[in-house]
């Protein structure tokens, strides 16, 4: 950006950019931090840069900068290609495989319609019993691979020319001292304090830690569950295999937290250790305990949900109370007659696993439930 501004005759910009860690992809973030990929393909000068550098003013140092531009150029070159020559091969049966790897046996055949051997689809479904490099580009090969892996080296001394440059037309030749570290340099050296490393499994758990363990897995196989007492409560049981989907993602989603955060739980010294495990344990004690009341209550029959809108309720002093009627229910109706005679009611809809109240089906219904004030 520096160079570019500078090629350009404009003044730098105010914020360089500054790298950020992802909270849900911090691990891909350090691994390929620390592995140092993750933005050195990405950072290396475009064709286009390379040629607006070429077209500018020549003088030495800009002349330096230009040539480590290209030995990048030849490293991403080398990155992109040096698989490519790589192609599937039938191996001879008479010969050894070091020979084979040096020039014997014969390529395999290329899928149709993509004649070149080193094409992904190639190598990803090779057609032969084996991988080696093309025997008549072994040299490339080498070239290609020595450019890739000097990206580090040659992504430093494209750095430090290009600092050369700008100190001497912008700086009067003058090295400025270092500042504050701003943008991505704040992250540079610091990733093992800015991502600490996650605590891991200790290889012999104690009974402390057993605890916990056996806790969390208790109350993961309570909400595994859930999906399946409330589809029965529901009237599902014809989606089974839906509910057992839902059962199954539940558990592995489960597992899953308890392997990521499970160590978390019981890194405390002693007796402390098992306070997690106590704790999930009585979670999952009230769950499989209430996961059935609270799944009936949500999906009660119509006999319970008559006796919650009406019996217990404005007909609680009536000839409808629970006590003094007979219930019936045919092809989703509520029938409901007073033991000491009167108007039957007929209510829906009386169906098992829904959640609709119950309203009246005829004016005679409705009627004596308005004079009871329902």
Avoid at 248 to 264: E, S, T, Y
Avoid at 328 to 348: I, Q
Wanted: proline share 7%; aromatic share 8%.
């Amino acid at each position: 950006m520096l160079l570019q501004a500078h090629l350009a005759d404009r003044r730098p910009p105010r914020r360089l950019p500054v790298g950020r860690v992802w909270p849900c992809f911090r691990d891909v973030w350090k691994a390929r931090t620390l592995d140092r990929l993750g933005g050195v393909w990405r950072a290396i000068p475009s064709a286009a840069a390379l040629t607006r550098m070429r077209s500018a003013q020549s003088d030495a140092l800009l002349d330096a900068v230009v040539e480590h531009a290209e030995a990048l150029q030849a490293s991403l070159r080398g990155d992109r290609t040096v698989d490519r020559l790589y192609e599937s091969y039938i191996p001879d049966r008479t010969e050894s495989s070091a020979a084979d790897l040096v020039g014997g046996g014969r390529s395999a055949p290329t899928l149709p319609g993509f004649p070149d051997p080193g094409h992904l689809l190639n190598r990803a479904f090779p057609r032969g019993k084996g991988m080696r490099i093309r025997p008549s580009r072994q040299d490339e090969f080498y070239q290609l691979s020595r450019d890739r892996f000097a990206v580090h080296t040659r992504a430093l001394a494209f750095g430090d020319a290009v600092l050369t440059l700008l100190v001497e037309h912008r700086a009067g030749g003058a090295a400025l001292q270092p500042g504050r570290v701003r943008g991505a340099g704040r992250w540079v050296g610091r990733e093992r304090d800015l991502v600490p490393d996650r605590a891991k499994w200790p290889a012999k758990l104690n009974a402390f830690q057993a605890a916990t363990l056996a806790g969390l897995g208790w109350l993961v196989l309570v909400c595994t569950g859930l999906p399946l007492t409330f589809g029965k409560e529901a009237d599902l049981l014809s989606r089974a295999p839906l509910l057992f989907l839902s059962a199954g993602l539940i558990a592995c989603a489960g597992i899953g937290l308890v392997l990521r955060h499970g160590p978390k739980f019981i890194k405390a010294p002693g007796r402390r250790a098992a306070t997690p495990g106590i704790a999930a344990g009585l979670v999952a004690f009230v769950v499989w305990q209430g996961q059935g009341p609270v799944a009936s209550y949500f999906f009660a029959g119509p006999y319970d949900r008559y006796d919650r809108q009406y019996a217990n309720g404005c007909l609680a002093a009536s000839p409808y109370r629970h006590d003094a009627i007979q219930a019936m229910v045919d092809d989703g109706v509520l029938t409901v007659t007073p033991v000491t005679g009167g108007t039957t009611l007929r209510l829906g809809p009386a169906e098992d696993g829904t959640t609709h109240p119950l309203h009246p089906l005829d004016r005679a219904t409705r009627a004596v439930l308005d004079e009871f004030g329902c």
